[in-house]
């Protein structure tokens, strides 16, 4: 995908050698994944795809249940504002 092959070369270009998240960033995408997901028939379902098949772990929508376009807006967002949201170190 275009968007990792440009991030690494943004980071490398900075002088970077790792990019991640901030807890706040990340909060934000699990939220933001979840209220999709919200809207699928995947919210209600009790399977192994959303983690039921394992006594206590939490109900979780592993996938973005937007379309693609939707999901390269978010990341090309994310690039534009100079990986805003990452740690780059």
Known sequence: MDWI??????IRE???SRIAPTPET???WVA??????SQTLLSGTKSWFV???????????L????TAPAYRAKIA????????G????
């Open 5 to 10: 092959s440009d991030c690494v070369r943004y």
């Open 86 to 89: 990452f740690i780059l170190q």
């Open 14 to 16: 900075k002088g970077y």
């Open 51 to 61: 983690g039921d098949n394992i006594p206590g772990k939490a109900h979780a929508i």
């Open 32 to 37: 933001h994944v979840n209220e999709v997901g």
């Open 63 to 66: 996938l973005y249940a937007n």
């Open 77 to 84: 967002e994310a690039a534009a504002k100079g990986y805003e």
């Open 26 to 28: 990340e909060e934000a």
